[in-house]
C-alpha cells in the first residue's frame, strides 16, 4: 500500500542555518504530495503542495520539489527562524476519487535556537 | 473565515468508559474527516464523510468507534468502550469539494484523549 517515510527527529539548528527534512515516498499511480506543519498547542497546517512530478510547492521561504524519478518530496529552506520551530509532517493523497484520504509520515521535530 | 472548530480539547477517562469528540466544519466544506494520531505517529485516518454519507471507514475500529455527520454539518465520533490503546490526538479535518484532487484539507486544534 501507499506510505511515507519521513527522517527522524528531532533536527536541531541554529537560527539561519540551512534545513532538508527527507521524504520519500511509496505510491502507486500519480500522488499528490504535502508538508504540513504542526505548531506547539495547534492544529496541523498546510505549508506547501505539489501535484505532478517535477513541481516545486514554495510558501514562507520552505521549498519542495516533486521527484518521480527518486520518489522523493524534501523539504527545505534557507535559512531558519526561531518561529520554524514545529513538528513537520510529510504526506501524500492518492487522489482516487471520491476517497483522498492523507497518507502522513511520522513527523519530524524541528528545534530552531538563536 | 472561521476554522474548524472541535471540543472538548482534553478528556481524561477510564478504560471501558465511553467518550464522545464533536467537529464542526469550516461552513460549506462538504468533506469531513476524522484522524487518529498516536504519540510519535502521523495522523491516520479513521473515517471520512462526505454530506453526510460515509465513503471510506475502512480503518475504523468498528467495535468500539463509531461516527455520524448528521445533516451533512456537524460530526461526533464516539468510542465505547474505551481501551487504553485509544489515548491519542484525535484531528477533524474539512475539506471544500468531495473527491477533489490536492485541495487542501483544514484541521482543527484536536482532541487529545487519555484513557488510564
Known amino acids: 500500500g501507499n506510505s511515507v517515510t519521513q527522517m527522524e527527529g528531532p533536527v536541531t539548528l541554529s537560527e539561519e542555518a540551512f534545513l532538508t527534512i527527507n521524504c520519500t515516498y511509496t505510491?502507486?499511480?500519480?500522488?499528490?504530495l504535502f508538508w504540513y506543519v504542526q505548531y506547539p498547542g495547534e492544529g496541523l497546517q498546510l505549508l506547501l503542495k505539489a501535484t505532478k512530478a517535477d513541481d516545486k510547492g514554495s510558501n514562507k521561504g520552505f521549498e519542495a520539489t516533486y521527484r518521480k524519478e527518486t520518489t522523493s518530496f524534501h523539504l527545505e529552506k534557507g535559512s531558519v527562524q526561531v518561529s520554524d520551530s514545529a513538528v513537520y509532517f510529510c504526506?501524500?493523497?492518492?487522489?482516487?476519487?471520491?476517497?483522498?484520504?492523507?497518507?502522513f509520515g511520522t513527523g519530524t521535530r524541528l528545534q530552531v535556537f538563536p | 473565515e472561521a476554522g474548524v472548530a472541535q471540543s472538548p480539547r482534553y478528556k481524561i477517562i477510564e478504560k471501558r468508559q465511553s467518550v464522545a469528540f464533536w467537529c464542526n466544519p469550516i461552513s460549506g466544506h462538504a468533506t469531513l474527516y476524522w484522524y487518529q494520531q498516536i504519540l510519535g505517529q502521523g495522523p491516520k485516518l479513521l473515517i471520512q464523510f462526505q454530506n453526510n454519507g460515509v465513503v471510506d471507514d475502512s480503518q475504523l475500529p468498528k467495535d468500539r468507534f463509531s461516527a455520524e455527520r448528521l445533516k451533512g454539518v456537524d460530526s461526533t465520533l464516539k468510542i465505547q468502550p474505551a481501551k487504553l490503546e485509544d489515548s491519542a490526538v484525535y484531528l477533524c479535518a474539512s475539506q471544500q469539494g468531495p473527491g477533489l484532487i490536492a485541495y487542501e484539507q483544514y484541521f482543527g486544534p484536536g482532541t487529545r484523549l487519555t484513557v488510564t
Open positions: 504526506a501524500l493523497s492518492d487522489g482516487s476519487p471520491p476517497t483522498d484520504k492523507l497518507i
Open positions: 505510491a502507486t499511480g500519480y500522488p499528490s
